[in-house]
């Protein structure tokens, strides 16, 4: 037997051979679709319902909210503890969750008990009471929950920072306040669950270790929910972003703050633009992972913020935006926006270091990676992609643009993209900006 000498590294292998699994589908006799994946070698499952229509869509999104929360409570058939028990003594549970353009049921469970727990799970989404009572507790919870986030100086900066970057009459630029939760009634919840969940006819994505008993189980009783025709059908309402051409820099004083929340978008590239998933990989190198250029110079050499990061946000064709995002103390914020376009011009200007770029390379691909790690996590990104419109091949062209990427790349991108765009600013703190 060979003895393993541990004064040595071992060898590191470059990923390769990452490949998305394929899914099947059906079309049920009610108009479903049935999307599924057989992987795994645990007996366990997860069905997500998921209905086109979000809070951009819906007339209030705090109704959308409230009728998120409240969905299983209790149905023609069962009390909300009945439900709650029937989940907790067959090991299963559900999550419901509203998005700008959807609205998702999720069902986890034991395959075992899928006879006993499907239905229940059906019954919820298919014939929900949503009572006086739950409906009041619930937003005034909401309430209370919204006003005690509205005063984290983080969720104050959107209170200039959407407007600004969505427009003031889109639908995502306002944010809710309590009163907002609490003017939420059960007429309004009701009109909007017939125009949405129980008119539109949702897609189901099942995933794990799919047998033919659990896939016959499925069909039927999802095959069994019956849809309702009304005048005005929740419809996804794609409005696209409108922000100043010239840039924009907007403050909002927070007097007894003692730091400042900062936040700069650059609009990008669309997500179908053939540069988009190189500028993806140009926007981590900026700031997307804690080794990043931002996180080394205005964290570790600056000691300006504990944290700072740059994403590529794209929605489903409202828009892209490049954000910068990060907390300081209100004496830094100044120098905080000149570092950060330093590092955006210096990344356009000077081309990577080999090792530098290897560990983003790297990064990306682990995280790639990450996304065959379970039926579940392979299933979230099909989903993802469905949902957004991608080819069935962009796993695969990710990777290969990961894997081809070069230094050169990154700095073209920056440059091309995101260095001659215009630039929008929000503070919040009690900041006053120096050039005023």
């Not at 909210?65 to 299963?92: D, P």
């Not at 914020?333 to 356009?348: G, K, P, S």
């Amino acid at each position: 037997m060979n003895e393993v000498n541990r004064t040595l590294p071992p060898s590191v292998r470059e990923l390769s051979g990452m490949k998305l699994p394929n899914v099947t589908e059906k079309l049920l006799p009610n108009g479903i679709r049935l999307v599924m994946l057989d992987s795994g070698s645990q007996p366990v499952s997860r069905l997500t319902l998921s209905w086109e229509g979000g809070t951009y869509d819906m007339p209030s999104p705090a109704v959308a909210k409230v009728m998120a929360s409240t969905i299983n409570e209790g149905t023609r058939s069962r009390s909300g503890a009945e439900i709650a028990e029937v989940l907790e003594y067959n090991g299963a549970w559900t999550r419901y969750d509203v998005d700008p353009h959807s609205f998702t049921a999720t069902l986890y469970g034991l395959n075992s008990r899928a006879a006993e727990v499907l239905p229940v799970f059906v019954d919820v989404v298919s014939s929900p009471l949503f009572t006086e009572d739950v409906i009041d507790t619930q937003r005034q919870k909401l309430a209370a929950q919204c006003e005690t986030n509205r005063k984290k100086i983080a969720v104050k900066v959107n209170e200039i920072w959407r407007p600004m970057c969505y427009g003031g009459n889109h639908p995502g630029a306002a944010l809710l306040t309590g009163m907002d939760y609490l003017g939420v009634t059960r007429d309004g919840v009701l009109r909007l669950y017939e125009r949405s969940l129980a008119t539109v006819i949702p897609t189901a994505y099942l995933a794990g270790k799919i047998t033919p008993e659990l896939q016959k189980l499925v069909e039927s009783v999802l095959g069994g929910i019956e849809f309702k025709s009304v005048d005005n059908p929740l419809k996804v309402n794609i409005a696209p972003f409108s922000y100043p051409q010239g840039g924009d820099f907007r403050t909002l004083l927070v007097e007894d703050s003692l730091q400042s929340a900062v936040k700069i978008g650059v609009p990008a590239v669309p997500r179908n633009h053939p540069d988009f998933a190189k500028l993806r990989l140009a926007t981590v190198a900026l700031g997307g992972y804690f080794g990043s250029r931002l996180m080394t110079n205005i964290r570790e050499d600056k000691g300006y913020t504990y944290g700072i990061n740059a994403v590529l946000a794209a929605g489903r064709g409202e828009g892209t935006f490049l954000t910068v995002s990060c907390q300081t103390d209100n004496r830094y914020v100044d120098a905080v926006i000149d570092e950060t376009f330093a590092e955006i011009e210096r990344l356009a200007s000077e081309p990577m270091p080999e090792e530098e770029l290897k560990g983003v390379r790297r990064l990306v691909l682990s995280s790639m990676a990450a996304v065959l790690d379970s039926p579940f996590s392979v299933m979230d990104y099909i989903y993802t992609m469905r949902t957004l419109g991608l080819p069935e091949n962009y796993y695969a062209y990710q990777l290969n643009t990961a894997e081809e990427l070069t230094a050169d790349d990154v700095s073209h991108m920056i440059a091309k993209h995101i260095v001659p765009n215009m630039k929008l600013i929000a503070v919040a703190g009690n900041y006053t900006r120096k050039d005023v």
